[in-house]
Structure formats: C-alpha cells, structure tokens
C-alpha cells in the first residue's frame, strides 16, 4: 500500500495494481488513519514519486478527500487542475466553497472545475453550482473562475460494484452514474 511508500520500502511503481480496464491505482492506507496528517518529507517523496510516474501516464487523479487539512490543500498546489466535488447537500457545497476559498486567497489559485457526486434531485445541481457561482463572485470578486463539469446520480449500481470491490463500468456499464462517469471523463480528456 501507500504506507510502504511512505516507510521507504517500496516505490510507487512496486505498489500500483492494475484494476479494471487497465487503471493502475494505488492502494490506500488500511483505515486511513495513517493520513491524518502527513509530514513535509512524506509530501515531499509522494510528490517525488507522482512527477516520476508523470513519465508514463496520461493522467494522475489524487484523491484528497474533503477538507482543508494541509494534506488537501498540499496535493491540490500540486495538482495542473483541481476538480472540486460536492453533494447536493448545503454542507457539502459549503466545505467545496471553503475549499475553494483557501485555495484561492492564501496561495492565489484561480481555476476550479466543479462535480456533483450522488445526485437525487438533477434540477437542482445546476441552482447549487449558480449559488456558489454567485457566493465565490461576492466573496472572492471575481478573482476565480469555476466551471461545472456535470453530475453523477445516485445510483444503486455503486453499492453494488464497491461492495465487489470493481469498477462500476465493469460491474454495470450501462447504470446512470457509470455513463456519466463515462461523459465526464470524455469531456475532461
């Protein structure tokens, strides 16, 4: 996993596995519990490892999770585009907003691309997307651009693949939340 990277006994090629479709992933921490807070030298040779693998691959997708621990905020600097995600929950648009806002006033990141995850009610993604539009224009005047780059519904077929441990375009390619995983990945490539 990523700790044997992190204990210096194996490099991030030693760890990658391939899943379906022939995406490489690495696998993450047991628990990850481990990741609460990484040292400066633990981000320093993950980002060390990351620009050796930028040799081989198209695409290198981070998953920080949500936050603004200085993890998150570490990868995201790192990162050539931040894909910020958020529910259709207030509190969860409320923490991408806070994301975007450290980003953008304490390091002077400026571009955003905006996803829905687990949508019930696809009316209102758009009116949520506006509203923080509307907020981050206030609040950061203008200083950002953010771009909405879709939706993935709520779908069963996600319990399902997670619960078999695959991908959902395995599991179920034709689901809703797989043929928009499918078309977002199109359009951001």
Request: proline share 4%; aromatic share 6%; glycine share 6%.
């Amino acid at each position: 996993t990523i700790l044997d990277v992190l204990a210096g006994e194996k490099s991030l090629t030693e760890v990658i596995m391939v899943g379906t479709g022939g995406i490489k992933v690495v696998p993450a921490a047991p628990g990850g519990a481990e990741f609460i807070e990484l040292s400066q030298a633990h981000k320093l040779l993950l980002l060390d490892e990351l620009e050796t693998l930028a040799e081989e691959f198209d695409v290198i997708l981070v998953d920080t999770g949500a936050g603004v621990s200085s993890n998150v905020v570490y990868f995201n600097l790192g990162a050539h585009e931040r894909i910020v995600v958020a529910d259709q929950e207030p509190a969860s648009v409320i923490d991408a907003y806070t994301l975007i806002k450290v980003l953008a006033t304490r390091y002077a990141e400026k571009r955003f691309k905006l996803l829905f995850n687990k949508i019930t009610r696809p009316q209102e993604v758009l009116h949520s997307f506006e509203q923080l539009t509307k907020v981050a224009d206030r609040f950061l005047q203008g200083s950002i651009s953010l771009e909405y780059i879709g939706f993935i519904p709520e779908d069963a077929a996600l319990s399902q693949a997670n619960r078999l441990h695959k991908a959902l375009t395995a599991v179920n390619p034709t689901s809703p939340a797989s043929l928009a995983f499918s078309e977002i990945a199109r359009s951001l490539m």
